[in-house]
């Protein structure tokens, strides 16, 4: 396999097909990158702009996005229902295929003292955080951009690049490094909510389920069923194939049955390599085989 | 996803690392191919090279390969094992992604077009096929090499390409199209061949069985347990988690566990699809959904 980087940029505008189209062509123009995909909510008023490529084309890449992205967007006169802190608001690189982490810190961090040196705040987070409460994202944008101006003014929200001081167009950026996550939901043949709670409580890391399970029961469609809503946030050590095992025997504990599932966005090809293994029972396989 | 095709080149040379690396080299030269399998078998005395790359490229590719190939191997000091009949044996072209039956036909017949004009007697097989008996490439190639001088000299045998008389130093080269095959092979807890005769019978298209499943059983290993060892030639038609459902029922049947399964070489992602959506029952999955 090719050595491979994952970017995703989310960027504070949902509605402007113009703007969107501009980003876009800025982030296209050159280099050798895969688009894998592109998701404006009009609601949220945000894209997201997902793309693959080797380690620096795709940073250049995201350069050129968020140069055309930070000069066309305004946050003084933003809103949205998705929380947010800047015109580029979350920039996280996600290592694929023959990258380490480490190396996708090292391509982080020149891409925040360059979106420093042009003048917007950046904040570092996740594997590249450079204080421990700055791991979560939605701790550093807690109070999101109409907070920034008292915020930054403390020393504790000093930010790690750019400018120390509040700044009216832009915002604030975070970027970081984070593994790839899986977004798995698993359809249920009841509407009983409770129920889905008790499965939610068997595989979530927080009661004692899986570490790397985050979950959420909630009734979908016409008939109210409940749907189990997953991130796997780390696919190598709780895989794909035995959470949903575990679904499925909590379930029919319940006497309920799991009537389909839904991977949902861009998945990473190994984490599909685990779900192919266990299933054909092919241990000496591998994606390197694949074309 | 980027359009994809992809080559599989047999030559007749399968011991001289000099004239394999030579070949390979000629065929890495230039161009965005991805070589994804190069395997080298001294007892066949023969060498297959698997890539992929946009269908222009492949085409370009496989010239300069076959180029290399016929200027250093002499057919007349050939031996070797498995059947053959030219220095560059078989050029199946398999359509990946993105490309039809009819535009992979259009490259064959371009490469088997130039490799005529360079001298070696082509004939068309599989998909590409002139007449109803150039199907199959066995059919094509009964008696191997050494009846090609006799064959030849019937209006029968005239070449689709090429010239019309015997060239001894390369031989014959047959090329063509044909859908990506699935080698996989299902391994029982159990040396007792007959049932493994019975799994096959229950499987196999000739026997009743699926139709584009080929298989036979085999004693493998130190306990001699017994292998269904098996080509499936339409992954479409007949998905792979399909077979090995009824295997490990029939298996069952028979009172026999199923210890472990083998993919074998080269897989494209498509087979792979339908073994995904089956097992996590992600009916509205797609592969382009991957990175």
């Given at each position: 396999?090719?050595?491979?980087?994952?970017?995703?940029?989310?960027i504070?505008?949902?509605?402007?097909?113009?703007?969107?189209?501009?980003?876009?062509?800025?982030?296209?123009?050159e280099?050798?990158l895969?688009?894998?995909?592109?998701?404006?909510?009009?609601?949220?008023?945000?894209?997201v702009?997902?793309y693959?490529g080797?380690?620096?084309?795709v940073?250049?890449?995201?350069?050129r996005?968020?140069?055309k992205?930070i000069?066309?967007?305004?946050?003084?006169?933003?809103?949205?229902?998705?929380p947010?802190?800047?015109?580029?608001?979350?920039?996280p690189?996600?290592?694929?295929?023959?990258?380490?982490?480490?190396?996708?810190?090292?391509?982080?961090?020149?891409?925040?003292?360059?979106?420093?040196?042009?003048?917007?705040?950046v904040?570092?987070?996740?594997?590249?955080?450079?204080?421990?409460?700055?791991?979560?994202?939605?701790?550093?944008r807690?109070?999101?951009?109409?907070?920034?101006?008292?915020?930054?003014?403390?020393?504790?929200?000093?930010?790690?690049?750019?400018?120390?001081?509040?700044?009216?167009?832009?915002?604030?950026?975070?970027?970081?490094?984070?593994?790839?996550?899986?977004?798995?939901?698993?359809?249920?043949?009841?509407s009983?909510?409770?129920?889905?709670?008790?499965?939610?409580?068997?595989?979530?890391?927080a009661?004692?389920?899986?570490?790397?399970?985050?979950?959420?029961?909630?009734?979908v469609?016409?008939?109210?069923?409940?749907?189990?809503?997953?991130?796997l946030?780390?696919y190598?050590?709780?895989?794909?194939?035995?959470?949903?095992?575990?679904?499925?025997?909590?379930?029919?504990?319940?006497?309920v049955?799991v009537?389909?599932?839904?991977?949902?966005?861009?998945?990473?090809?190994?984490?599909?390599?685990?779900?192919?293994?266990?299933?054909?029972?092919?241990?000496?396989?591998?994606?390197?085989?694949?074309?």
């Amino acid at each position: 396999m090719t050595r491979k980087l994952l970017a995703e940029v989310n960027i504070s505008e949902g509605k402007d097909r113009q703007l969107i189209d501009a980003v876009k062509d800025a982030l296209l123009r050159e280099g050798e990158l895969s688009l894998i995909d592109l998701n404006s909510d009009a609601d949220h008023n945000r894209t997201v702009f997902t793309y693959t490529g080797i380690p620096g084309e795709v940073l250049a890449g995201t350069k050129r996005l968020v140069r055309k992205a930070i000069e066309l967007i305004d946050m003084t006169a933003h809103h949205g229902s998705h929380p947010r802190m800047g015109a580029v608001d979350v920039v996280p690189f996600v290592p694929v295929d023959g990258v380490t982490v480490q190396e996708a810190c090292g391509i982080a961090r020149d891409f925040g003292a360059w979106l420093g040196s042009m003048g917007v705040p950046v904040f570092y987070y996740e594997e590249c955080a450079t204080r421990p409460e700055r791991k979560s994202l939605v701790h550093i944008r807690k109070g999101e951009y109409e907070a920034l101006p008292e915020k930054m003014a403390q020393e504790e929200w000093m930010p790690d690049e750019g400018p120390r001081a509040f700044v009216a167009k832009s915002g604030a950026t975070v970027t970081g490094v984070r593994f790839p996550l899986v977004a798995f939901n698993v359809n249920l043949g009841s509407s009983n909510l409770a129920v889905g709670k008790q499965i939610v409580k068997a595989v979530r890391g927080a009661t004692g389920g899986y570490k790397n399970v985050r979950a959420i029961a909630l009734p979908v469609g016409e008939k109210g069923n409940v749907q189990i809503s997953m991130n796997l946030v780390n696919y190598r050590e709780t895989p794909i194939h035995r959470v949903f095992e575990t679904i499925k025997s909590e379930a029919a504990g319940h006497g309920v049955s799991v009537t389909g599932c839904e991977l949902v966005g861009p998945v990473p090809l190994a984490a599909l390599e685990g779900v192919i293994k266990h299933y054909l029972r092919v241990h000496s396989f591998s994606m390197n085989q694949v074309y």
